[in-house]
């Protein structure tokens, strides 16, 4: 291979890189827009502010040490050799030819592309906890998760650790940001608890509706746009025929798992309530890309659209067995991204994937389960008892708007 074109290759893969970030990190205003459309229109300033927060935090964590745990090596498998500092590297033009393409895009742009995935899973957090828990709990949280317990695990698969090695198969996330976002919510909902009225004494479940569904719709739109340089941009180039048809699989796929998720959700909801829910077909959209992030390139386009199908039929049975138990997440974030997020990464072993084993998926589900729940429940727990995480019952009921925020998002219309 001449070196004229390894450079061009190398430039052309970089370049493809940035641009699947720039569509991840874009699912940020998806969550913001999703979350702030499904809470109540006086908790909305609030869960702006906490996306946005949340997004800087994450960006600050990676760069001082999240980046480091989970790329800077690891002799054992399970600790890192490197625990704090900038480990970003770029190589220089005599080292990419000398690599005779094997080095095909810049370290710069892989950092960039890992720290929008781990702003992603911490977004998954805020929207289960909106509505009930003080902002800055939910930011300090946001600075463990990011800088410690995502990495960690992180690590053990992507970052060539035991998972890895003992066959855990996840292409672009499913377990690794997905369910790993899911478990972290999960045990900061426990400690929380439901909001005010959500559930009676005699275990009847009150609805409580967002404020903006446009805005809800917007958001699933959004994040099922930047959903293709969440999964495409996981095949890392794109710069020969081979790898070009693999991003255009991997395309087509999600597109189809998002498109027959809202589709099953939809008539699922139909035919339990009689009435076309518009959240449980967004909902149905969001599991049906959890789902295939997996392995979102060994299907066919019509096993996507089953895996994603199905997907979206167990989000709405999740949301409806999680109520039985009072088990409250204002915008379903832990049904889609944690019940899914397993069916996803079993689904791997039916999708012709060779080194997919049912053993080796279980062992990074339970790994993962148990490392992020632990982890994040001391997190929690260390939080509730210096700050609190509960805002006060009064604020509860004026709105964690004119609480925590002290500005209104709808000002004409909560006087």
């Known amino acids: 291979m001449s070196p004229e074109l390894i450079e061009v290759k190398y430039a052309l893969d970089t370049f493809y890189f940035l641009i699947c970030g720039v569509l991840v990190m874009w699912m940020a205003a998806g969550f913001t827009m999703l979350e702030s459309g499904l809470v109540r229109t006086k908790s909305t300033t609030e869960i702006l502010t906490k996306n946005v927060a949340l997004y800087s935090i994450a960006c600050v964590m990676y760069l001082v040490m999240g980046y480091a745990i989970m790329y800077g090596g690891s002799t054992g498998g399970y600790l890192p050799d490197v625990w704090f500092g900038n480990i970003i590297s770029n190589s220089s033009a005599e080292e990419v030819i000398a690599s005779n393409g094997d080095t095909y895009y810049s370290g710069a742009s892989d950092f960039f592309f890992q720290v929008v995935f781990v702003a992603t899973a911490m977004s998954i957090v805020s929207g289960a906890v909106a509505e009930g828990m003080k902002l800055w709990s939910v930011l300090l949280f946001a600075i463990i998760l990011t800088g410690f317990i995502y990495p960690m695990q992180g690590m053990w698969k992507w970052g060539g650790g035991f998972l890895d090695a003992a066959g855990f198969q996840d292409f672009a996330g499913s377990g690794v940001v997905h369910l790993c976002g899911a478990t972290a919510a999960i045990a900061g909902v426990i400690l929380l608890g439901a909001r005010k009225g959500k559930y009676t004494a005699d275990g009847k479940v009150n609805a409580i509706p967002g404020s903006n569904l446009p805005l809800a719709a917007i958001g699933m739109f959004i994040l099922w746009m930047g959903w293709f340089g969440f999964n495409g941009g996981s095949e890392l180039k794109v710069s020969d025929v081979g790898e070009a048809n693999a991003v255009a699989d991997i395309f087509v796929n999600t597109n189809a798992a998002a498109a027959a998720g809202l589709l099953a959700a939809l008539v699922t909801s139909q035919l339990l309530f009689n009435k076309a829910d518009l959240t449980m077909a967004i909902n149905g959209a969001l599991a049906g890309l959890v789902a295939i992030t997996a392995e979102p390139l060994a299907w066919t386009a019509g096993y996507a659209s089953i895996i994603g199908a199905i997907g979206g039929v167990l989000v709405v049975f999740s949301i409806l067995a999680m109520d039985k138990i009072k088990s409250d997440d204002p915008v379903c ?55 609190g995480i509960r805002v006060t019952e009064q604020a509860e009921t004026d709105g964690v708007d004119a609480s925590e925020c002290g500005l209104a998002a709808y000002p004409e219309f909560t006087k």
């Open 333 to 387: 974030a832990i049904y889609v991204h944690g019940v899914v997020g397993i069916w996803g990464l079993l689904a791997v072993c039916l999708s012709g994937n060779e080194d997919a084993t049912l053993m080796g998926q279980l062992t990074g589900i339970v790994v993962i389960l148990a490392w992020t729940f632990v982890t994040s429940m001391i997190a929690w727990f260390i939080i509730k008892s210096v700050i």
